[in-house]
C-alpha cells in the first residue's frame, strides 16, 4: 500500500501571496488531518477532514482553508501568506478510527 | 481542551533507559499515541494506548493511567539512532493534537 505523499516538498512564497499544498492519503483512509510545525516546536493541528466535510479545527484563522477529495486526498489553502507562516506542514491520514495515523514527508514553506 | 506536558530535553547513554513523561488535560479522550520525529523528518508511530496500563513494543513501551491523565514511553537498550524528538498525542474527539516534543540525546 503507499503512504501518505504530500507536494511540494518545498515553496518559496512572497509575503501576502496565497499558497496550495496537496496530500494524497493513504490507500483505505478516509480522514485527513493538517498540521504546521515551527521549527523547535511539536505540530499543530489546524483542521481535519473526514468524507469530504470538515470535522474539527484549531485555533488558525479564516485564511487556513482547506478541502478533501471524493478520493480524499486533500488541499491546504493559505491566503495573504504572512512571515510567521513559514513553517512544514504536515498531513496525516487514518481510517478514523483512532488505530493510527501516517504522516507525510511534509511541505516546507518558506515566506519572504 | 487540551494542555500537554512533557520535558524539553533529556540525556542518556547509549545502553541506557530512559523515561519520557506526558501530562496532559483532554475532553473526549481516545486514546494516546506517542510518535518519534527525526530532524527535519516526518513523524513515525511509536505507540497508541487507548486503555490504563502497559504496551509494550519490542525496546519502546508507553503507559497510560487515564485517571491522571498521565502516560510515559520507555526507551530500553538505548541506542545512537533513537536522538529524535519524542511527541505525545493525545486523540480527542479523534483529533490529533500534540506536546512540544522531548527531544532525547543519546551520548556514546
Known amino acids: 500500500e503507499t503512504g501518505v505523499t504530500q507536494s511540494p516538498t518545498h515553496l518559496i512564497k512572497t509575503r501576502g501571496q496565497q499558497v496550495t499544498l496537496r496530500c494524497s492519503s493513504q490507500?483505505?483512509?478516509?480522514?485527513v488531518s493538517w498540521y504546521q510545525q515551527a521549527l523547535g516546536q511539536g505540530p499543530q493541528f489546524i483542521f481535519q477532514y473526514y468524507r469530504e466535510e470538515e470535522n474539527g479545527r484549531g485555533n488558525f484563522p479564516p485564511r487556513f482553508s482547506g478541502l478533501q477529495f471524493p478520493n480524499y486526498s486533500s488541499e491546504l489553502n493559505v491566503n495573504a501568506l504572512e512571515l510567521d507562516d513559514s513553517a512544514l506542514y504536515l498531513c496525516?491520514?487514518?481510517?478514523?478510527?483512532?488505530?493510527?495515523?501516517?504522516f507525510g514527508s511534509g511541505t516546507r514553506l518558506t515566506v519572504v | 481542551g487540551q494542555n500537554i506536558d512533557q520535558p524539553t530535553e533529556m540525556t542518556a547513554t547509549e545502553g541506557a533507559i530512559v523515561q519520557i513523561n506526558c501530562t496532559y488535560q483532554?475532553?473526549?479522550?481516545?486514546?494516546l499515541f506517542w510518535y518519534q520525529q527525526h530532524a527535519g523528518e516526518a513523524p513515525t508511530f511509536l505507540s497508541y494506548?487507548?486503555?490504563?496500563g502497559l504496551e509494550e513494543k519490542g525496546r519502546f513501551s508507553s503507559f497510560l493511567s487515564r485517571s491522571k491523565g498521565y502516560s510515559y514511553l520507555l526507551l530500553k537498550e538505548l541506542q545512537m539512532k533513537d536522538s529524535a524528538s519524542y511527541l505525545c498525542a493525545p486523540l480527542n474527539d479523534y483529533k490529533l493534537s500534540f506536546g512540544a516534543g522531548t527531544t532525547v540525546t543519546v551520548r556514546a
Open positions: 494506548n487507548v486503555l490504563d
Open positions: 496525516a491520514s487514518s481510517r478514523g478510527t483512532g488505530d493510527g495515523y501516517t
Open positions: 483532554t475532553s473526549g479522550f481516545n486514546g
Open positions: 490507500s483505505g483512509h478516509n480522514t
